[in-house]
T-cell receptor, first 114, second 114 residues
Framework: AQSVTQLGSHVSVSEGALVLLRCNYS??????LFWYVQYPNQGLQLLLK??????LVKGINGFEAEFKKSETSFHLTKPSAHMSDAAEYFC????????????FGSGTRLQVQP | GAGVSQSPSNKVTEKGKDVELRCDPI?????LYWYRQRLGQGLEFLIY????????KSGLPSDRFSAERTGESVSTLTIQRTQQEDSAVYLC????????????FGSGTRLTVV
């Protein structure tokens, strides 16, 4: 079984401030982990993914995430927020055995204040 | 095509009517997924296709929901006797085999049942 918990349904930061979106997962086998971003009225776009290579993963738009097995976490960060980062962010977990569909968290809406 | 295409983009239907939602995946992507996203909520898995077989239908909420896929191509999600609680954005995604690749999502079909 696999599950994802995203702490904080809404996060607000000032432009230029650090962005930290939290994701914890549970998985009975080594997981694949993903972050997706959804802009208003659009589908989801892959930001980055972890697939058992480097634990620090860099994605698009300056985002990165670190896989920490001991904490079962995959938090998303960006050093300096831009107004264009305002969107909803989803963490997802998958595994290559058993059920093949990704399990998504409930999402975190990021607001960026000027 | 270059991306995952979904049609229609918007659908308003009367309660009790049947609707068909279409998904055209990326050429060569053998895996296809349907998810539902209710307003303000995360993604709810519906069904997964590998080729034209559906090894995981566990997310279909009732027998009013069905889906089929022609070869490794177009998929149709059908909702019979629609209810107001079916109102949501229905998202389709496709991927290469193996969850490590992640998904490419379409822009979704926004279904409103009145």
């Amino acid at each position: 079984a696999q599950s994802v918990t995203q702490l904080g349904s809404h996060v607000s930061v000032s432009e230029g401030a650090l962005v930290l979106l939290r994701c914890n997962y549970s998985s009975s086998v080594p997981p694949y982990l993903f972050w997706y971003v959804q802009y208003p009225n659009q589908g989801l776009q892959l930001l980055l993914k972890y697939t058992s290579a480097a634990t620090l993963v860099k994605g698009i738009n300056g985002f990165e995430a670190e896989f920490k097995k001991s904490e079962t976490s995959f938090h998303l960060t960006k050093p300096s927020a831009h107004m264009s980062d305002a969107a909803e962010y989803f963490c997802a977990v998958g595994m290559d055995t058993g059920r093949r569909a990704l399990t998504f968290g409930s999402g975190t809406r990021l607001q960026v204040q000027p | 095509g270059a991306g995952v295409s979904q049609s229609p983009s918007n659908k308003v239907t009367e309660k009790g009517k049947d609707v068909e939602l279409r998904c055209d995946p990326i050429s060569g992507h053998t895996a296809l997924y349907w998810y539902r996203q209710r307003l303000g909520q995360g993604l709810e898995f519906l069904i997964y296709f590998q080729g034209n077989s559906a090894p995981d239908k566990s997310g279909l909420p009732s027998d009013r929901f069905s889906a089929e896929r022609t070869g490794e191509s177009v998929s149709t999600l059908t909702i019979q006797r629609t209810q107001q609680e079916d109102s949501a954005v229905y998202l389709c995604a496709s991927s290469l085999v193996g969850q490590g690749y992640g998904y490419t999502f379409g822009s979704g079909t926004r279904l409103t049942v009145v």
